[in-house]
Nanobody, 124 residues
C-alpha cells in the first residue's frame, strides 16, 4: 500500500514557475515508477510526465516537454515536478501516481495508487 500526498500548487502568472512535490508513505517507494497527471475542468485526466523507479528514464507529454522536469529522491520518498514557463493552459489539478511498471507509463490504467491532487492556476 502506498499513500501519496501532493503539495506545492498555487497561483502563478504566465511565464512563472512552480515546483510540485509528492510525498509517499511506505517502505517500497523506490520500487514504483511514478507519474504526474493533470485534469482541467471539463477535460479528461491527461499524462504529464513519468519517471522510472531508478530515476534514469523519464517521459513527457509533448505539451510540457522542455518546460517541465520530473525527478525523484528515493531516500526522501518524494517525486517532484518542476514547472517552468507556465502557460494558462497548464491550469489544472495535478495528481501524482505510483505504477508497478518499472519504467513508468503514460496510461492511467498502469497506475495503482493516486494522490488527492493539488491545484495549479496560471493567470494570463
Amino acid at each position: 500500500q502506498v499513500q501519496l500526498v501532493e503539495s506545492g500548487g498555487g497561483l502563478v502568472q504566465a511565464g512563472g514557475s512552480l515546483k510540485l512535490s509528492c510525498s509517499a508513505s511506505g517502505r517500497t517507494f523506490s520500487s514504483y515508477a511514478m507519474g504526474w497527471f493533470r485534469q482541467a475542468p471539463g477535460k479528461e485526466r491527461e499524462f504529464v510526465a513519468s519517471i522510472s523507479w531508478t530515476g534514469r528514464s523519464t517521459y513527457y507529454a509533448d505539451s510540457v516537454n522542455g518546460r517541465f522536469t520530473i525527478s525523484r529522491d528515493n531516500a526522501k520518498n518524494t517525486v517532484y515536478l518542476q514547472m517552468n514557463t507556465l502557460k494558462p493552459e497548464d491550469t489544472a489539478v495535478y495528481y501524482c501516481a505510483a505504477s508497478e511498471t518499472s519504467s513508468g507509463s503514460r496510461y492511467r490504467n498502469d497506475y495503482k495508487y493516486w494522490g488527492q491532487g493539488t491545484q495549479v492556476t496560471v493567470s494570463s
